[in-house]
């Protein structure tokens, strides 16, 4: 009954921009802590970015540097992930994710009971 879907995904060169999107069904994404996280073939998974919409708190991974942005709208219950500047390596399986943790504020550190089907985004010339 709670679902997470991500779309947004393709396939962009080098220095291009993606939007992924989250949309969740069955709950409010306001009342979660909402996270995208990204795993490449062969490696472990990596959290980005996440986002407390209710608190408007958000937090990123250091690798992030200022070009991955996440932001919400909640009447249409959707997170977004904005991507620029990509390079071949955030090429990745993007996941987004689901907390109800009671802890105010969000961290990629936390663990994600809650987890979409995944969404490619592939960065190639």
């Known amino acids: 009954q709670l679902q997470l879907v991500e779309s947004g995904g393709g396939l962009v060169q080098p220095g291009g921009s993606l939007r992924l999107s989250c949309v969740g069904s069955?709950?409010?994404?306001?009342?979660?802590?909402i996270a995208w996280f990204r795993q490449a073939p062969g490696k472990e998974r990596q959290g980005v970015s996440c986002?407390?919409?209710?608190?408007?708190?958000?937090n990123n991974a250091n690798f992030v540097a200022g070009r991955f942005t996440i932001s919400g709208d909640n009447a249409k219950n959707t997170v977004y992930l904005q991507m620029n500047s990509l390079q071949p390596t955030d090429t990745a399986v993007y996941y987004c994710a689901a907390t109800n943790d009671y802890r105010l504020g969000c961290s990629i550190s936390w663990e994600y009971e809650y987890w979409g089907q995944g969404t490619q985004v592939t960065v190639s010339s």
């Open positions: 069955g709950f409010s994404l306001e009342d979660y802590v």
């Open positions: 986002i407390s919409t209710s608190e408007g708190f958000t």
